[in-house]
């Protein structure tokens, strides 16, 4: 019986005991075959993994930035498919950070770069809440999937994604990973990284964001695109906020009190994620660095272009040309153009055309672009085109012939005739001008003439320069005959008018006639504001500029405004000029004591221009320190009804803006 038992003992010992060691060797040979399928998959997918060292060579796009001249004021940014600014981990805020870390990857400072637990974790969790509350992926995949693959879901690409979470994990501090990732996630509305982010959804950098700002940049991580603001799920993404705030507050990164005041505080978005501001004026800087750099090198090297825009001009600008526009449509004129320009450094430091809104609607409704249009948003006539080079400027173009006259000896004294004189035949006409108000004054001298802006003397300024016969300018009324001698004064009109900016005059000398001194040319609003800033710099021409400096994404200077000076007119000349042009007793008899052109304690220059057909107003006008130009008319060169002057329709646009920025007046 005893051998019986301990028989029986000892089979069913040796029975259990092979029953174990049966387990050991099938569960041993399932795990090394696991293994051995891991390494033979590690081996298969990891032989066209991206090197993790890439990372360290992978140059992230970034968005070109143009900003006013105090690089405070971003005006636009130039991207592609990613718009990205770069910064470093120092630069951004820890609470930032800190609502990243515990929304996306609570384990990412104690996890090897994968967070099985987490994954194992955030599936049973989801299941039971019946809601994607909790992702699986740490930052390191995150990271990876975001800038090495497709946004395909399977199996294949996921084992991808890990193994190369674990060797980046491996290679690279936790902070260099958390670095590249808040570059590189993308929020939406084509920003990437949360310096991006920042700005287009709030318009100030990162370091200036509040608490529900930071949490709601967090919150979008999780699915950009639907959770947007600008979309119908706005209140999701609000309600995630607040569950990114609560995580925060259960990890002690903020107060309980911190906590509550977030929740209530409201978050406020950009009207408009993708904004242009100082549309015109940037635009135009915008073809300016594309001819020279290439549209793709802008969209992806980061650059930062200071710009000479002043803001607060623009906004005055802006304001007061729509103003101004609104007010002019009782005279059916639609539109109009400012620039302000700095003479001595010949900085652009304004421009603005219309209502200053670049996506306005034109008019009238349903018009065509460049054929019937009033007023055309897309169209800036302060530059013109190839095709539409410019507006004819009246008689603003009359001091140029004055500063050919002077330069050739003739001063403000010397005398001519006002009376009905035929100045020859030009093509098949016979020309008769007409002063503005059809009266005629007799002998007066070349100050009254400009001053008063007199059509008849100013044409036989002409006959003056070509021929410096004072008597016949001061005896006879007619030239036929003589054409020849009033073509030699235009042609060194014109090369006075070139030399101070004007780049718009290259038709043959027939085309214009004598006509062009009461404006028979087309000109831009941008040139000939720069050419009356030589009458302001006393005879220093600067071109204009817009650029002031270039920056690559490091703060390498790529280029600087170095733009030289140059003389084209003596001093003498162009302060007689500025003399004339800021004489009110003089002006007086023609544009009344108190007229748009007049500045209580200051001697402000000006000249007016409306073409014959009222198609065109024109005031111009500069203190030493500032010309502003401004023209008033329609896109498709409608004329204005009820017959109004410059003075009335673009003296007062004139008036205000130079008001305001008036510094110290002449001596």
């Avoid at 949360?194 to 964001?209: D, H, M, R, W």
């Avoid at 000896?409 to 002063?435: C, H, I």
């Avoid at 065109?616 to 008319?633: F, M, N, Q, R």
Wanted: glycine share 6%; proline share 5%.
């Amino acid at each position: 019986m005893p051998y019986r038992i301990f028989h029986r003992k000892t089979y069913r010992e040796s029975k259990e005991r092979k029953k174990v060691s049966r387990f050991v060797k099938i569960t041993g040979g399932l795990f090394l075959f696991l293994v051995f399928c891991s390494v033979v998959l590690f081996i298969y997918y990891a032989k066209d993994l991206p090197r993790p060292e890439k990372f360290t060579e992978k140059q992230f796009a970034q968005s070109t930035k143009i900003y006013d001249r105090t690089g405070k004021v971003l005006l636009y940014e130039i991207y592609g498919e990613e718009k990205r600014t770069l910064v470093s981990l120092n630069q951004i805020p820890d609470l930032l950070e800190q609502a990243v870390i515990v929304t996306e990857d609570i384990n990412f400072y104690h996890h090897f770069g994968v967070d099985f637990k987490g994954i194992l974790r955030s599936v049973l969790i989801n299941l039971k809440l019946k809601e994607a509350m909790y992702g699986g992926s740490t930052i390191p995949q995150q990271l990876i999937r975001s800038t090495f693959f497709s946004t395909e879901k399977t199996i294949s690409r996921k084992f991808r994604e890990i193994v190369l979470a674990l060797e980046i994990d491996r290679r690279y501090s936790k902070d260099q990973i958390l670095e590249w990732y808040l570059n590189q996630i993308p929020f939406g509305q084509n920003a990437y990284g949360v310096a991006a982010a920042s700005q287009t959804y709030f318009e100030k950098p990162i370091e200036n964001l509040s608490l529900p700002e930071i949490a709601t940049l967090a919150a979008l991580i999780q699915a950009p695109s639907y959770l947007s603001p600008f979309g119908p799920h706005k209140d999701e993404l609000l309600e995630r906020k607040d569950y990114v705030l609560g995580r925060m507050l259960s990890y002690d990164f903020i107060t309980e009190e911190q906590f509550e005041a977030a929740k209530k505080e409201e978050v406020v978005f950009v009207e408009n994620p993708v904004k242009i501001l100082a549309p015109y004026f940037t635009l135009w800087v915008k073809q300016q660095i594309t001819e020279k750099y290439g549209e793709d090198f802008l969209m992806k090297q980061g650059l930062k272009v200071y710009t000479s825009l002043n803001w607060e001009m623009q906004q005055e600008a802006e304001r007061i040309v729509k103003e101004g526009v609104e007010r002019n449509k009782a005279y059916n004129a639609h539109n109009a153009g400012l620039v302000a320009i700095d003479p001595q450094t010949g900085e652009v430091l304004s421009m603005t055309v219309g209502t200053g809104d670049y996506y306005a609607s034109s008019y009238p409704e349903n018009c065509i672009s460049g054929v019937d249009c009033l007023f055309d948003p897309k169209f800036n006539v302060t530059l013109g085109t190839k095709e539409s080079p410019g507006r004819q400027p009246g008689s603003a173009f009359k001091p140029f012939i004055y500063a050919t006259a002077f330069k050739k000896g003739y001063d403000d004294k010397t005398m001519v005739s006002d009376e009905a004189t035929s100045f020859g035949f030009w093509g098949d006409k016979e020309y008769l001008p007409q002063n503005y108000d059809g009266k005629f004054r007799g002998l007066i001298t070349l100050r009254q003439s400009l001053a008063q802006s007199l059509n008849v003397p100013s044409i036989k300024v002409l006959y003056l320069i070509g021929s410096e016969n004072k008597i016949n300018a001061l005896t006879t009324n007619n030239f036929i005959g003589q054409e020849n001698i009033i073509a030699e004064g235009l042609k060194e009109s014109i090369e006075t008018a070139k030399s101070m900016g004007i780049t718009t005059l290259d038709k043959p000398l027939s085309s214009y006639g004598p006509a062009i001194v009461l404006g028979g040319g087309e000109v831009k609003l941008l040139d000939i504001t720069s050419a009356f800033g030589v009458f302001a710099a006393e005879g220093i021409r600067v071109e204009p500029v817009s650029i002031l400096k270039i920056e690559d994404y490091q703060g390498k200077i790529l280029e600087e405004n170095k733009k030289g000076s140059k003389r084209v007119l003596s001093s003498e000349v162009a302060k007689l000029v500025t003399d004339i042009l800021s004489d009110n007793d003089m002006r007086t008899p023609m544009f009344g004591a108190r007229s748009h052109l007049y500045f209580e304690n200051y001697k402000v220059a000006a000249k007016t221009g409306t073409t014959d057909d009222f198609r065109d107003c024109w005031t111009i006008g500069y203190i030493p320190s500032l010309t502003v130009g401004v023209w008033v008319g329609n896109n498709n060169n409608e004329p204005m009804i009820r017959k109004q002057p410059a003075a009335t329709v673009a003296g007062p646009i004139f008036h205000e803006f130079l008001e305001k920025f008036l510094p110290n007046p002449f001596n």
